[in-house]
Nanobody
Framework: QVQLVESGGGLVQAGDSLRLSCAAS????????MAWFRQAPGKEREFVAA?????????SYQHSVKGRFTISRDNGKGTMYLQMNSLKFDDTAIYYC???????????????????WGQGTQVTVSS
């Protein structure tokens, strides 16, 4: 059974940093492209960042987080990360990790591309 478990969320002030983790089990992690999505209250789930199966420089970011967030992965540990710096009030959301079979080393930015999802971790940024 595939499980994705997010951790690292919390309540922070604007300008602070957080590091989210997504621990995967039940799959061969290195075969899967991964991503972070988020959903703010009253809004649809949106793409945040994605990384290909081996993480070798193939990443993609939503425009609003580029330069502030960094996605990475450790295939040996079966874990993906999202380093979030200079957090803003608008970053407040539930953050979800997602996984899809690697398919040629690409990165995928749409919800429909992903097969497996975690339960989410809450990030709250106070202004």
């Amino acid at each position: 059974q595939v499980q994705l478990v997010e951790s690292g969320g919390g309540l922070v002030q604007a300008g602070d940093s957080l590091r989210l983790s997504c621990a995967a089990s039940g799959l061969t992690f290195s075969n899967y492209a991964m991503a972070w999505f988020r959903q703010a209250p009253g809004k649809e789930r949106e793409f945040v960042a994605a990384i290909n199966w081996w993480g070798g420089g193939s990443t993609s970011y939503q425009h609003s987080v580029k330069g502030r967030f960094t996605i990475s992965r450790d295939n040996g540990k079966g874990t993906m990360y999202l380093q979030m710096n200079s957090l803003k009030f608008d970053d407040t959301a539930i953050y979800y990790c997602a996984a899809t079979y690697g398919r040629g080393g690409g990165v995928f930015t749409t919800i429909s591309s992903y097969t497996y999802w975690g339960q989410g971790t809450q990030v709250t940024v106070s202004s």
